[in-house]
């Protein structure tokens, strides 16, 4: 599975911005996919998480009320509408796709490249 994320750029604090991440070589439908950002000189975190059936999703706390997790399967895609942007957003958000797991984790099996989201004050 190659998976590629766009959607990225640069927005000021408030605004929006919706990130996609397009899937090729597999259908996703059998995938729990997952999002993740990584700000400069920070970890890596869980940003949200959709089952393969999309029936369940996580958020991370900070995000909760902001964001919302959908998959079209149909389009082999999974989105990531991101509302009321913060700059403690900002970060290189990656989109990451496992056939073996029913929840996301840091070890999932394929990882796109990541897209720039950055929101000024």
């Known amino acids: 599975v190659q998976l590629q994320a766009s959607g990225g750029g640069l927005v000021q604090a408030g605004g929006s911005l919706r990130l996609s991440c397009a899937a090729s070589?597999?259908?996703?439908?059998?995938?729990?996919i997952g999002w993740f950002r990584q700000a400069p000189g920070k970890e890596r975190e869980g940003v949200s998480c959709?089952?393969?059936?999309?029936?369940?999703?996580y958020y991370m706390r900070s995000v909760k009320g902001r964001f919302t997790i959908s998959r079209d399967n149909a389009k082999n895609t999974v989105y990531l509408q991101m509302n009321s942007l913060k700059p403690d957003d900002t970060a290189v958000y990656y989109c990451a796709a496992d056939a073996s797991s029913a929840t996301c984790h840091y070890g999932m099996n394929y990882w796109g490249k990541g897209t720039q989201v950055t929101v000024s004050s």
């Open positions: 959709i089952s393969s059936s999309g029936d369940d999703t």
């Open positions: 070589g597999s259908t996703l439908d059998s995938y729990v």
